[in-house]
């Protein structure tokens, strides 16, 4: 069954601190992608991937970092922790070209930092 | 560049009605878009998606849209809501299937008894 793994599933980080968070897919996909989502809103691109070792900026980067080291792994950096990067943050992943199946979700990391 | 409004934060119909929600979108060339719905502290799960073509699209749970290129549309209907459906539900375009998804702010479903 395909799938998408989010960990943590929450977590409590204190400013200026180093957050990591990781997706890993299951599905043979070549593309994996981070969102955040904040209450009341739509989901907004973080960062994105194409193939492993290679990453690229979404539409709200500033403060984040992402690392692809393998097909399968995507994680998410919060170098130096801030109060407005507490959100909901979603993974998601693509097959590209050859597979037509619509981008399937993570079940998100509630982030919260104090 | 590409954009997704949905005009209705909050929907409350009564179970058993029907269902509108609208979403409107704005690109330049042949969209691909896509309903997802997200059930309380849960992911987005997929509806269904719009790929070039007919433009009536069927999705799981009883949920349809249509697309319309003249109105730059893409609402999701349903014949008859039952109180599983309480949700929030997105609307996304983008460039290909497997492209990065833009997504509208959401649509709060409640369904009154």
């Known amino acids: 069954e395909a799938a998408v793994t989010q960990s943590p599933r929450s977590k409590v980080a204190v400013t200026g601190g180093k957050v990591t968070l990781s997706c890993h897919q299951t599905?043979?996909?070549?593309?994996m992608y981070w969102y955040r989502q904040d209450t009341g809103h739509g989901l907004r691109l973080i960062h994105y991937?194409?193939?492993?070792?290679?990453?690229e900026k979404g539409d709200i980067p500033d403060g984040y970092k992402a690392s692809r080291p393998s097909q399968e792994n995507f994680s998410l950096i919060l170098e130096l922790a801030s109060l407005s990067q507490t959100a909901v943050y979603f993974c998601?992943?693509?097959?590209?070209?050859?597979?037509?199946?619509?981008?399937?979700f993570g079940e998100g990391t509630r982030l919260s930092v104090l | 560049a590409q954009s997704v409004t949905q005009p209705d934060a909050r929907v409350t119909v009564s179970e058993g009605a029907s269902l509108q929600l609208r979403c409107k979108y704005s690109?330049?060339?042949?969209?691909?878009l896509f309903w997802y719905v997200q059930y309380p502290r849960q992911g987005l799960q997929l509806l269904l998606k719009?790929?070039?073509?007919?433009?009536v699209v069927q999705g799981v749970n009883g949920f349809e849209a249509e697309f319309s290129k003249s109105n730059s549309s893409f609402h999701l209907r349903k014949a008859s809501v039952h109180w599983s459906d309480w949700a929030v539900y997105f609307c996304?375009?983008?460039?290909?299937?497997?492209?990065?998804?833009?997504f509208g702010s959401g649509t709060k479903l409640t369904v009154e008894p």
């Open positions: 998601a992943s693509s097959g590209g070209q050859n597979n037509n199946q619509a981008p399937l």
């Open positions: 599905n043979n996909h070549d593309y």
């Open positions: 991937s194409y193939v492993a070792d290679s990453t």
């Open positions: 690109y330049f060339g042949t969209p691909y």
């Open positions: 719009y790929y070039p073509g007919d433009p």
């Open positions: 996304a375009v983008s460039m290909r299937w497997y492209n990065v998804l833009y």
